[in-house]
């Protein structure tokens, strides 16, 4: 049994000087901090850019007046506290508070500053919702990370959802493969219980969250094959991140290991415009470049995963390029007649999100209170 110490506090950071614990002191008053040892050993402590520590040590950048807490305008989806319904297929619950570690990019920041509000706490009431919509096959665990909780009440959800007929898939968002893979080694009630309500027609799916080759260690590939083992399916998504994965390079190795460890490119996320994320962002046109030229570097199997951005109307591909125009996709829409349908806007590098063109501002001006120019 690996033991794990945590770190909630920055000055309890020693390889950090007392200057730079000061200087992030009061980023860590306004967004919260959470490591452990064991990510944290796989930072390069004599490297100031190195792409692990910019995931989770904090940085002054994030006090920029830059964002929003709810980017993608998640409350207008919310049907009671922790239960969101965007599209007609899919639900998520979010039933934890905590993470095993916080990512410095981190969409749901107002998760941490206002928990008993964005958590779930009413679980009978979810269920029922869930069962009285037929429509619903897909339910996203998610958080906050599942799998902080203890497997136990994990399988207390779990075995009400399989409970109910249309419900045929059941997500785990999560980055403890990432964060902590003793996590599911040293628990073997966890691989029961996946493989238990994981069934031949009705699968559990474990959606993964690495960012970087560096997290792929032995130790989280062993995490993953007991997984796969227990019978969940794989696949990752992760956005985007300046100064971690925004070089073709880098992407195409983390796409390519993914793959050999049998783990789905899902998803490559555009950054999210959350408060204080815009130093972590790099603009969708740029972003789209380097996407495509990871892909070239790589098998079949390991560019499966799509760009796209988790908009308050639906999930957008970003589609291809021109030199002067830039083309958007409905992947997943939150109005069934947006599905499928293709935008094609002007070029603009300076982009960061769909709001920043013009042309959807016309189209869309419901949008107009997300651009995010400011703060909330």
Request: charged fraction near 25%; hydrophobic fraction near 40%.
């Amino acid at each position: 049994m690996h033991k794990v110490k945590y770190y909630r506090d920055i000055q309890d950071i020693e390889q950090l000087t007392q200057h730079e614990r000061d200087a992030l002191r009061q980023v860590t008053e306004r967004f919260a901090f959470r490591a452990n040892d064991y990510y944290l050993s796989l930072i390069d402590w004599d490297d100031p850019a190195c792409p692990i520590r910019r995931l989770i040590i904090p940085h002054t950048d994030e006090l920029e007046g830059w964002g929003r807490l709810d980017p993608s305008n998640e409350e207008a989806y919310t049907v009671l506290p922790g239960l969101e319904h965007k599209y007609h297929s899919t639900a998520l619950l979010l039933v934890s508070n905590i993470c095993e570690g916080i990512c410095r990019y981190c969409f749901r920041k107002r998760v941490f500053i206002d928990p008993q509000k964005e958590s779930l706490r009413d679980i009978p009431a979810a269920i029922e919702y869930i069962a009285a919509h037929p429509k619903i096959t897909n339910i996203l665990l998610t958080g906050g990370d599942p799998l902080v909780l203890a497997t136990r009440k994990l399988e207390q959800i779990i075995s009400e959802l399989r409970k109910i007929e249309h419900v045929r898939i059941i997500r785990l968002g999560t980055r403890m493969p990432v964060f902590n893979p003793y996590r599911i080694l040293d628990d073997p009630a966890l691989a029961e219980m996946i493989s238990t309500y994981s069934l031949p027609a009705r699968r559990i799916y474990v959606m993964t969250h690495f960012c970087h080759p560096r997290e792929l260690t032995d130790t989280a590939c062993a995490g993953l094959d007991k997984l796969v083992r227990a019978g969940a399916v794989l696949t990752n998504q992760f956005p985007l991140i300046r100064g971690v994965n925004d070089d073709p390079d880098v992407l195409a190795e983390l796409l390519g290991r993914l793959s050999f460890a049998g783990v789905v490119p899902y998803y490559l996320f555009q950054c999210r415009p959350a408060l204080g994320n815009h130093a972590y962002t790099v603009p969708i046109e740029e972003g789209y470049a380097i996407y495509e030229a990871a892909k070239a570097r790589v098998s079949g199997l390991a560019k499966r995963l799509r760009f796209v951005m988790s908009h308050a109307t639906g999930k957008i591909e970003i589609l291809s390029k021109t030199d002067t125009k830039i083309f958007f996709k409905y992947h997943r829409a939150a109005d069934d007649a947006d599905s499928g349908k293709v935008l094609v806007c002007n070029s603009n590098p300076d982009a960061c999100w769909l709001d920043d063109y013009e042309e959807i501002l016309r189209e869309y001006p419901a949008a107009m209170p997300y651009r995010i120019h400011g703060p909330e």
